[in-house]
């Protein structure tokens, strides 16, 4: 199809895409993470929060690491932080959120761990505050 009415609609059709994209890609959580106040591990625990698919891939769709002695905090997950092409917040539209206590500060959960998750948390409608309590012994 040719002409200025097909051009025209090429345009919109591309400007409706373009803003589709950036909103999708623009998607990030703001949590508030800590550790519950009867929770005692070894100051040289790491935190590990991430988000990852409710249903699909196991793999972390965005991920954060600090020290157990920055908490509490407020952590910003982003698609900036997906591990792999293709598999970040952008690409899911519902996810569930993990804050992770490691004492042996491996990425991979271990007995002795603690951790807290969210609800399903549907990207679309991103709720203003996310509040993970790090309490719950890990369960493998």
């Given at each position: 199809?040719?002409?200025?009415?097909?051009?025209?609609?090429?345009?919109?059709?591309?400007?409706?895409?373009?803003?589709?994209?950036?909103?999708?890609?623009?998607?990030?959580?703001?949590?508030?993470?800590?550790?519950?106040?009867?929770?005692?591990?070894?100051?040289?625990?790491?935190?590990?929060?991430?988000?990852?698919?409710?249903?699909?891939?196991?793999?972390?769709l965005a991920v954060q690491r600090m020290s157990v002695?920055?908490?509490?905090?407020?952590?910003?997950?982003?698609?900036?932080?997906?591990?792999?092409?293709?598999?970040?917040?952008?690409?899911f539209d519902q996810v569930i959120v993990i804050a992770?206590?490691?004492?042996?500060?491996?990425?991979?959960?271990?007995?002795?761990?603690?951790?807290?998750?969210?609800?399903?948390?549907?990207?679309?409608?991103?709720?203003?505050?996310?509040?993970?309590?790090?309490?719950?012994p890990v369960s493998l």
């Open positions: 199809v040719s002409g200025e009415r097909a051009d025209m609609l090429r345009r919109a059709i591309s400007n409706i895409n373009t803003e589709v994209t950036s909103e999708v890609s623009a998607r990030s959580l703001t949590v508030q993470v800590s550790a519950a106040d009867n929770l005692v591990v070894p100051q040289s625990s790491a935190v590990f929060v991430y988000a990852r698919a409710a249903s699909g891939p196991p793999a972390p002695t920055t908490l509490p905090r407020e952590v910003i997950l982003d698609e900036t932080m997906a591990m792999i092409e293709g598999m970040g917040l952008a690409n992770r206590i490691s004492r042996s500060g491996d990425v991979m959960p271990k007995v002795g761990d603690y951790e807290a998750r969210s609800e399903i948390i549907d990207m679309n409608e991103i709720p203003d505050e996310i509040r993970l309590i790090i309490a719950d």
